[in-house]
């Protein structure tokens, strides 16, 4: 699998705390989903963990949702 995350600008031209916004939301979203799957509170965790792991619940989707 190849990375080519310098093939998507960014919108400042420029990289920020390294990595690209689309990498840090996917970041996000696998801590959140491994918390999940773990029974793990985010109130565990430090500051900056548990800031990733609220950011990265907002994508996941509830257990009990229909879909469609």
Do not use: T
């Amino acid at each position: 699998m190849r990375n080519d995350f310098d093939a998507i600008p960014e919108a400042s031209g420029r990289r920020e705390r390294g990595g690209s916004v689309l990498a840090r939301i996917y970041h996000d979203i696998g801590l959140a989903a491994v918390a999940e799957a773990l029974d793990l509170a985010a109130g565990d965790f430090d500051f900056d963990m548990h800031q990733s792991l609220e950011r990265g619940e907002r994508y996941l989707l509830p257990v009990d949702a229909p879909l469609a």
